[in-house]
């Protein structure tokens, strides 16, 4: 069993490797190699090709980026190799199955709550946001914006003030907000595509004393003590928003695959979200804390 990771620095990443990595320990016959690409793009298809020579009996792929990895996930499939692809799309089809939660809706469901929080703090749909990105270009990142727009974009007084790229990584998400915070006077909302780019924000507010002006927003809700589950506890981000790892899904599907000859799987599969605020953190950190 191979799986080829866009990058396990992510602490999002680094979770799916150890719960993949602990599910199929269940499974004595299976040995499981799991490839890291840095966030390269080259560098995972080099990765990938070389699984594809040495014949795995299962691939799974998260995509770095859509288009670069079409094509060799294409050549995967056409090598007989039964290809899942695990949460961010490709341009074309080029799998057996294809696990997902809906990152158009998570970004509804962030953009309706800031829009929620503006309205109460201010009496009327009114404020200042910064926005900071993932990867341009990835699905993730551009219905994660899509998504939170269509809410932002319903109300004139509310301004997203600032959008900054960062990549998904927090060490970049404190380096984009130092460089907002000297520019912008007044933020009320900082929005990031995931949770480590919104803790990175948090810190930088935090190191000139401003956190306490502004609220923090992040998705992937992971569980464990870094996970941003507990920040919402600590006070850290006022909600994040679940991503699921889709992991458990995957090593489910990929068993089934081996095992059963007639096993046909859905050509895409589903996974659902939830918002976690303060009142249903606790619950939420037990729910999700399989990987610490």
């Not at 503006?118 to 914006?145: A, D």
């Not at 990584?169 to 915070?181: A, D, F, N, T, V």
């Not at 895409?268 to 976690?276: A, D, K, P, R, V």
């Amino acid at each position: 069993m191979a799986f080829s990771q866009c990058n396990s620095a992510e602490p999002y990443r680094a979770a799916q490797n150890k719960l993949m990595s602990n599910l199929f320990s269940n499974y004595k016959d299976i040995k499981l190699v799991i490839s890291d690409a840095q966030q390269d793009n080259s560098k995972q298809i080099a990765q990938i090709e070389t699984f594809i020579r040495q014949k795995p009996d299962l691939l799974i792929v998260a995509p770095n980026e859509r288009a670069p990895l079409t094509n060799i996930m294409g050549e995967a499939i056409k090598a007989g190799i039964p290809t899942i692809c695990l949460e961010r799309d490709i341009l074309e089809p080029n799998y057996t199955t294809y696990i997902r939660s809906d990152n158009f809706k998570i970004g509804q469901a962030a953009g309706e709550f800031i829009v929620e929080h503006l309205t109460k703090k201010y009496g009327e749909p009114k404020g200042k946001i910064v926005e900071i990105r993932g990867l341009l270009g990835v699905e993730g990142e551009i219905n994660r914006y899509n998504g939170a727009h269509q809410f932002f974009d319903k109300y004139p007084k509310i301004e997203v003030v600032h959008e900054a790229v960062a990549d998904w990584l927090q060490s970049k998400g404190r380096e984009r907000m130092i460089e907002i915070l000297r520019v912008q006077d007044k933020i009320d909302v900082v929005y990031g595509h995931n949770d480590p780019m919104a803790i990175g924000a948090y810190i930088a507010a935090k190191e000139v004393g401003r956190e306490k002006e502004m609220i923090f927003v992040g998705i992937d809700g992971l569980g464990g003590k870094g996970g941003g589950i507990k920040k919402v506890i600590d006070g850290v981000l006022e909600a994040t928003f679940n991503y699921p790892l889709c992991v458990d899904k995957a090593v489910e599907l990929a068993t089934k695959i081996l095992k059963q000859e007639d096993f046909s799987p859905p050509k895409t599969i589903l996974m659902e979200s939830e918002m976690i605020i303060k009142e249903n953190a606790e619950e939420a950190y037990e729910k999700y804390s399989i990987v610490n």
